[in-house]
């Protein structure tokens, strides 16, 4: 009986932990659908190629993207 439940936990447990990882990467490709990675992306390029120079801050790069994408627009099909 005690072995059941135990093999129950551990059953739940890694059932849990593969749930949660799920999740995780549904978040990732959320935020990466959405636009809402390119600061965390930005970051990571700047750190690489510019390692002594601050970075912008969130709110500095975010609107310096939307003056960029205002003044470069992309044209479809029309």
Known sequence: MAEQSADKAGYLK???RRLRAQLAYAGQLWR???GEAAYDRY???HQR???GCPPLTAKEFW???AEWNEHNVQHGCC
């Open 63 to 65: 609107r310096q993207r």
């Open 14 to 16: 890694d059932a849990w």
């Open 32 to 34: 990466a659908f959405t």
């Open 49 to 51: 190629h510019h390692p």
């Open 43 to 45: 970051l990571e390029r």
